[in-house]
């Protein structure tokens, strides 16, 4: 089939992908794997495959750029739908200061983030 979309093809090492990869129109005889979709889960599936031995698998996205909703500002969607609740009154309670506030997050998670550091020292696409 016939796909204009972002496609990286993974053979047999988990070598380095360039930053910058191209936007083409490719037409795909046949992989061992196909990963639909270029998220976080996308990209670990792709790479597991190739882990477990698999020399031929590709990763197509609809986007020119893999990475999900971790390239928009560095935040899963999900976390926003918890900036506020409806209560049953219908009234409208704003929880952003207690989601947000690093001293409300488990404490793993916490550790995590200052490990991690600046997002700006990660590389996103």
């Known amino acids: 089939f016939s796909l204009l979309s972002f496609v990286v093809s993974i053979q047999q090492s988990l070598g380095e992908v360039p ?10 005889q046949g992989c061992d794997i196909l990963v639909v979709g270029g998220s976080t889960s996308g990209i670990a599936s792709a790479l597991s495959a190739v882990s477990a031995g698999s020399n031929d698998v590709c990763l197509i996205m609809h986007t020119d750029e893999v990475g999900g909703q971790l390239v928009e500002e560095g935040v899963p969607s999900i976390d926003f739908a918890w900036d506020s609740v409806t209560l049953p009154d219908g009234s409208i309670l704003d929880v952003s200061n207690f989601s947000h506030n690093p001293a409300n997050l488990p404490f ?11 997002p700006g020292k990660c590389w996103v696409s």
């Open 19 to 28: 930053h910058e990869l191209p936007l083409t129109t490719t037409n795909i």
């Open 108 to 118: 793993s998670f916490t550790d995590l983030l200052k490990r991690a550091g600046s």
